[in-house]
């Protein structure tokens, strides 16, 4: 799958804070997730992002 910034993206396990939707702001040989439900940020590399991202809720619109 292509990933861009802007991305709404659902992930297999929920943050701490419940929520499992994620906003993608960087990608490239990492990923930064932003998350929809407390604006907590993470970094991820590229193997781990692609293995836990399951589907793209909501693609970004130019």
């Known amino acids: 799958?292509?990933?861009?910034?802007?991305d709404i993206v659902?992930?297999?396990k929920p943050h701490p804070c419940g929520s499992k939707?994620?906003?993608i702001t960087?990608?490239?040989?990492d990923f930064k997730l932003k998350c929809k439900g407390c604006d907590h940020v993470v970094i991820l590399d590229r193997q781990?992002?692609?293995?836990?991202i399951t589907k793209i809720e909501?693609?970004?619109?130019e």
């Open 10 to 12: 659902r992930t297999k």
């Open 21 to 23: 939707i994620w906003e």
């Open 48 to 52: 781990k992002a692609l293995k836990i």
């Open 1 to 6: 799958m292509k990933y861009e910034i802007g």
């Open 58 to 61: 909501k693609k970004h619109e």
């Open 26 to 29: 960087r990608v490239g040989v």
